[in-house]
């Protein structure tokens, strides 16, 4: 065996040694000036150059991320580092709320459904009257087929619908207090905190907020609308039919989007989180398809083509900035 040999056998991959770094950044905070933790620390470094490079790439990162909770000081007799420490460890336990959080909006949302699907997948339901409907990623419908009407409910997320013609039975789906009827047509509905959006691919889908319809709320192929949830505010405009519901394909297509747009709909996609740390970058516009089975991937090209960089903590983190 050559020399060195087994000790490159035994080196952890990339992800165990940037989680050490990661550990390494907040003891070394934590004990400043501490000799046998600087010892432990230099002891740990020396192992391999690419411990100094993803320590040092960590350490830039986590100096400039900013806190996803306030620093609370910490009363009593805590020293200078413990505070420091104890404020990024909210930070730390601010990111795992806002994950659970996500994971229980999405268990709770699916109790009451039929149809769900989890972060990266989608689901193709064909219904008994020769409908069909594809769920996107993190989405849930409820469906109710009665003799006279049909009617799905969006829970959360987006569907796109290829509806059977059928006069004696509109095709309602309802998300929130929005709702998109249709007799035969091939459409998309997507709803999120803020509004509803729906697109329309042929045919015509009228529209009614609250039990409401107005003959200018009828949507014709290649237009969609923007709802407001807030103030039933109702944005129009023109789509090419062509990129709607491009997801059903893997991909994302966007024209003009700004990068925070971007990130957020990539968001969807990725099962950890993704930091954007520089407002500026955000609000830069891109356009382009992006493959929505690679959002690692995505999320990069998006950055750098915007002259940021994305820094990757670890499978459940990636930090998007500026170049340093």
């Known amino acids: 065996m050559k020399p060195g040999e087994q000790h490159q056998m035994d080196e952890p991959g990339a992800d165990r040694i940037r989680m050490e770094a990661f550990d390494w950044v907040m003891r070394l905070d934590a004990a400043a000036g501490d000799p046998a933790t600087h010892g432990a620390f230099r002891a740990w470094l020396c192992r391999s150059q690419e411990r100094a490079a993803l320590y040092e790439q960590t ?3 986590w100096d400039a991320a900013p806190r996803l909770t306030p620093n609370v000081a910490v009363q009593g007799r805590h020293s200078a580092p413990q505070r420091r420490l104890m404020s990024r460890r909210q930070w730390l336990g601010g990111a795992a709320a806002a994950a659970s959080a996500a994971v229980a909006v999405g268990f709770f949302g699916d109790l009451g459904a039929d ?6 997948e989608t689901e193709r339901v064909a219904l008994s009257d020769g409908s069909t409907l594809q769920l996107d990623t993190d989405s849930a419908v409820r469906i109710s087929y009665e003799a006279t009407k049909r009617r799905i409910a969006l829970l959360r997320g987006r569907a796109f619908f290829e509806v059977a013609h059928d006069p004696a039975r509109p095709f309602a789906v309802t998300a929130g207090q929005v709702e998109a009827v249709a ?6 509905v997507r709803r999120d905190d803020v509004q509803v959006a729906v697109s329309v691919v042929e045919g015509t889908v009228a529209l009614r907020r609250q039990g409401r319809a107005a003959a200018e709320d009828a949507l014709q192929a290649g237009e969609a609308a923007t709802i407001a949830l807030s103030t039933g505010t109702v944005r129009r405009l023109a789509i090419a039919p062509d990129a709607v519901a491009a997801w059903r394909e893997g991909l994302l297509v966007v024209d003009r989007w700004s990068v925070a747009a971007v990130l957020a709909e990539l968001g969807r996609y990725h099962r950890g989180m993704i930091l954007l740390r520089d407002d500026a970058l955000g609000a830069r516009l891109v356009s382009g398809t992006y493959d929505l089975a690679r959002p690692v991937d995505a999320v990069r090209a998006v950055a750098q083509a915007q002259g940021g960089s994305v820094t990757e903590i670890s ?9 340093l």
């Open 59 to 61: 350490r830039r990162v």
């Open 115 to 120: 149809h769900s699907t989890g972060t990266g």
């Open 183 to 188: 007799l035969g047509t091939r459409f998309e």
């Open 315 to 323: 499978p459940w983190l990636l930090v998007v900035s500026t170049r």
